[in-house]
């Protein structure tokens, strides 16, 4: 079992609101990464970071922030939440070198 | 391009047949490889590592061809348990992962 955890698992949360989405690793990887996945379709990669104040932009435009101030901690941020956003959230973590990746359980967030 | 291309299937397999799809990918400085497994509104897990000679998990064979830049998987002797999308996941030359849009496999009894 991965020690990788993500909160809340769902939300629902009106327009305009700001939401911090929470991830946290207990197993010290370096690089952690949040995903967007829609039902039924692909991963995408959003954001990544390679260590402590390294973060990235993905793939797939995002109008999320995210912060790594600590190792174990990668938050994803909304500061103005719009039902375009409704989707499930995915973080990821794995160790340097190229190691496989652990996923938490997703955060499946709703805006209306 | 995307960078690791799957087909999307779905593969339908009766139970107790074999079952085997490909998976290719655009960098040929990738460096490491790997199957997952993700149900329905689940996370994607780990299903097997692939390693350049190959490698079996009981009823699942991984190859990979770094010639002409894809991997497979194998599923003999399929379980009803089977059913899942696979994930074909790419290690890029900067250590980033690469997924792939994922292949779906029903197992019908």
């Known amino acids: 079992e991965a020690d990788i955890y993500q909160t809340p698992r769902y939300l629902v949360i009106g327009t305009g609101k700001k939401i911090t989405l929470e991830c946290s690793q207990t197993m010290g990887h370096d690089k952690m990464y949040w995903y967007q996945q829609d039902p039924g379709m692909e991963l995408h990669l959003i954001h990544y970071?390679?260590?402590?104040?390294?973060?990235e932009k993905g793939d797939l435009s995002s109008e999320s922030t995210v912060s790594r101030i600590r190792t174990e901690h990668f938050p994803l941020t909304l500061e103005s939440a719009r039902p375009s956003h409704t989707s499930q959230y995915l973080c990821?973590?794995?160790?340097?070198?190229?190691?496989?990746?652990?996923f938490g359980q997703g955060t499946r967030l709703t805006v209306v | 391009r995307k960078e690791v291309e799957q087909d999307p299937g779905p593969f339908n397999v009766p139970e107790g047949a074999t079952v085997a799809f490909n998976c290719t990918y655009s960098n040929s400085a990738s460096q490491s490889f790997f199957w997952y497994r993700q149900d329905c509104r689940k996370e994607p897990k780990l299903l097997m590592s692939v390693y350049s000679s190959g490698n079996e998990d009981g009823r699942f064979t991984a190859q990979l061809n770094r010639a002409s830049q894809y991997i497979s998987l194998l599923i003999r002797d399929s379980k009803l348990s089977d059913s899942a999308t696979y994930l074909c996941v790419v290690n890029d030359s900067w250590g980033k992962l690469q997924f792939g849009a994922g292949t779906q496999v029903v197992v019908t009894p």
């Open positions: 990821a973590s794995s160790d340097r070198g190229l190691t496989e990746a652990f």
């Open positions: 970071s390679y260590g402590v104040n390294s973060t």
